[in-house]
Nanobody
C-alpha cells in the first residue's frame, strides 16, 4: 500500500519555473515506478513523466521533453517534477502515481494516485 501527497502547485507566469513534490508512505516505495500525469477538467489524464524504481531511467511526454525533469529520492520517499519554461498550456491538475513493474505512460496501469495539485500558468 502506498499513499501519495503532492505539493508545490501554484500560479506562475509563462516562462517561470515550478517544482512539484510527491511524498510517499509505505515500506516498498523504492520498488515502484513513479509517474506524473496531468488532467484538465473534463479531459483525459495525460502522461507527463515517469521514473523507474532505481531512478536511472526517465521518460517524458514529447510536450514536456527538455523542459521538465523528474527525479526521485528513495531514501526520502519523494519524487519531484522540476518544470521550467512553463507555458499556459501546461495549466492542469498534476497527479503523482505509483505502479509496480515496468515504466509505462498508460494511466490505468498505475495503481496508486495522489489527490493532485493545481498548476496555473498565466500568459
Amino acid at each position: 500500500q502506498v499513499q501519495l501527497v503532492e505539493s508545490g502547485g501554484g500560479l506562475v507566469q509563462a516562462g517561470d519555473s515550478l517544482r512539484l513534490s510527491c511524498a510517499a508512505s509505505g515500506r516498498t516505495f523504492s520498488s515502484y515506478t513513479m509517474g506524473w500525469f496531468r488532467q484538465a477538467s473534463g479531459k483525459e489524464r495525460d502522461f507527463v513523466a515517469a521514473v523507474a524504481f532505481a531512478g536511472f531511467n526517465t521518460y517524458y511526454a514529447d510536450s514536456v521533453k527538455g523542459r521538465f525533469t523528474i527525479s526521485r529520492d528513495n531514501d526520502k520517499k519523494m519524487v519531484s517534477l522540476e518544470m521550467n519554461s512553463l507555458k499556459p498550456e501546461d495549466t492542469d491538475v498534476y497527479y503523482c502515481a505509483a505502479k509496480g513493474g515496468a515504466v509505462t505512460s498508460v494511466s490505468r496501469e498505475y495503481r496508486y494516485w495522489g489527490q493532485g495539485t493545481q498548476v496555473t500558468v498565466s500568459s
